[in-house]
């Protein structure tokens, strides 16, 4: 079974930063596209970013774009979320997720396209 862990979440004032990693094991990593997601208290999961399977292709959401970047590393098997210029509305769980990509270039935007998750960090931003 695929198993994703997250980690490098925390306490961070408003306008710092943190680094988010999603380690992967029990698949080939490389032929996986891979999203971030955060959900707060009371709603919906929402989509952060996501990379193709190679990280030639990457895309985040209206609210985070500028501040945050997607990344990944297929010798480490290994997917990284750089949070910078964090607003306490930044606050949530953050779960990485992963979908097998036929096409070298796909990433998935909704919840649905995604067929593993992790089991979430917590980033808290205080104000």
């Known amino acids: 079974q695929v198993q994703l862990v997250e980690s490098g979440g925390g306490l961070v004032q408003a306008g710092g930063s943190l680094r988010l990693s999603c380690a992967a094991s029990?698949?080939?990593?490389?032929?996986?596209?891979m999203g971030w997601f955060r959900q707060a208290p009371g709603k919906e999961r929402e989509f952060v970013a996501a990379?193709?399977?190679?990280?030639?292709?990457?895309f985040s959401s209206d609210t985070v774009k500028g501040r945050f970047t997607i990344s990944r590393d297929n010798a480490e098997n290994t997917v990284f979320l750089q949070m910078n210029s964090l607003k306490p509305e930044d606050t949530a769980v953050y779960y990485c997720?992963?979908?097998?990509?036929?096409?070298?270039?796909?990433?998935?935007?909704?919840?649905?396209?995604?067929?593993?998750w992790g089991q979430g960090t917590q980033v808290t931003v205080s104000s």
């Open positions: 997720a992963a979908k097998f990509a036929y096409i070298s270039g796909w990433y998935g935007v909704g919840p649905g396209s995604y067929d593993y």
């Open positions: 029990r698949l080939t990593f490389s032929n996986y596209a």
């Open positions: 990379i193709s399977r190679s990280g030639g292709s990457t």
